[in-house]
């Protein structure tokens, strides 16, 4: 045991951004070998400035008291959610035998890692005549951007769930979702680019099949189910955000009036469900640096039946209803975000009549807005309704700062 504390500044360099959410009380993570459990730093001893030192580049200089000399002490962007983790949670659901979950190897990566494909649907043979919509969600592009893997794991969890609402949607949609989209990336710690230095979501135009074969192996199979009588209707690429709080969606822009609104339907149930979205931040766009992204490349692949989406997270924090200061988010509640996404395309498809409320097997106590007690507090201004700036942000042409 250490006599006394040793007290160590960091000083991480090189950060280009004048906007950080360091400047709004983010800080790094931290675990150590006895206490295992990931927990963000004092905000008090984190600072973020712009250094002469370093080509006028900002730093982000924090200090730390190490109070254990046998420990081993770990520190993180965000918490970590790593391929290998990703392995074993996919190894557990296999071991399950649940006949409405099928994992495949769609691909591998540069280095021979896995690119899995999990297939959620009630088998064919409970109802061989009914009609499915088709659901594709990834993550992890960029590989940095771990809260999204919580998020994925928090749809995978319901929609495996043994929950009314997950046991309806089985039966009326087909998911298809890919939870490391850059697996390469992950494993080697990488924030934003591929094995070989690539940023993969400004490759979806042409991906090459040897420098991006998880990427071409992923269009591969979006460009075969919008091929498919069923059409693919809903395509959303999640993402984590270092700006910007709250979750919040990034959407095209289209020329007929009718779609847009179309379009504004599933961020504004999702705003009513989840006390973290905000539809107020919530944007839609047609940037050209964004033209090679997923949203923005099958959007226009697609026909004007489907859904493009980017879903952002913050990497630190939400605006809670009522609230005047932020809620920093936890791997629980980046799994609640996930959670209620899966839940809101419930509400999404008894909106538009596909799913009958009359044939619903769902007890009348029990709705997709019910499972968080603040199911319908929250969209990011505290009221827990829809204000007039959000009423017009399915116009919005403009953009906000992306990550994507």
Not at 278 to 304: E, H, I, M, Q, Y
Request: with cysteine; aromatic share 12%; hydrophobic share 35%.
């Amino acid at each position: 045991m250490l006599a006394s504390r040793v007290r160590v500044i960091f000083n991480i360099v090189n950060f280009s951004k004048t906007k950080s959410l360091y400047r709004d009380g983010m800080s790094p993570v931290v675990k150590s070998t006895s206490r295992p459990k990931w927990q963000r730093l004092p905000t008090k001893n984190v600072y973020y400035y712009r250094c002469p030192d370093h080509r006028r580049n900002y730093v982000m200089s924090f200090a730390f008291c190490f109070d254990r000399e046998e420990d081993v002490y770990q520190f993180a962007y965000c918490y970590p959610y790593t391929y290998t983790r990703l392995q074993h949670y996919l190894e557990s659901l296999e071991r399950r035998n649940l006949d409405y979950l099928q994992r495949e190897q769609l691909g591998l990566s540069v280095q021979q890692r896995r690119l899995d494909l999990l297939t959620i649907t009630s088998p064919a043979q409970q109802n061989p005549e009914k009609v499915k919509k088709l659901v594709v969600l990834t993550a992890r592009v960029h590989p940095g951007e771990s809260p999204a893997s919580f998020i994925c794991q928090g749809v995978i969890d319901f929609l495996v769930s043994q929950h009314p609402v997950a046991q309806t949607l089985r039966d009326h949609v087909i998911f298809k979702i890919v939870p490391m989209l850059n697996p390469d990336g992950v494993y080697l710690g990488n924030y934003r680019c591929s094995l070989m230095g690539f940023d993969l979501n400004r490759h979806w135009q042409e991906p090459s099949p040897w420098a991006h074969p998880t990427l071409h192996a992923v269009k591969q199979l979006i460009v075969q189910l919008s091929q498919d009588p069923v059409g693919l209707e809903f395509y959303i690429d999640v993402h984590a955000h270092s700006t910007m709080m709250n979750g919040f969606m990034y959407g095209n822009v289209f020329e007929e009036e009718e779609r847009v609104q179309r379009q504004a339907v599933f961020p504004r149930l999702l705003c009513h469900n989840a006390p973290d979205f905000s539809f107020s931040n919530t944007s839609f766009n047609r940037d050209v640096v964004k033209a090679g992204t997923g949203r923005r490349f099958l959007g226009g692949l697609l026909d004007d039946t489907s859904y493009c989406y980017t879903l952002e997270v913050s990497f630190y924090s939400y605006m809670a209803a009522g609230s005047t200061s932020p809620v920093p988010y936890t791997e629980d509640t980046y799994m609640k975000l996930g959670r209620n996404v899966a839940r809101t395309f419930l509400d999404y498809y008894r909106h538009n009549n596909f799913i009958d409320d009359n044939k619903l097997q769902i007890p009348n106590h029990i709705n997709s807005m019910e499972v968080l007690s603040q199911g319908r507090q929250g969209n990011g201004n505290g009221n827990g309704r829809t204000s007039g700036s959000e009423r017009g942000a399915e116009r919005k042409n403009q953009s906000i700062t992306g990550e994507y």
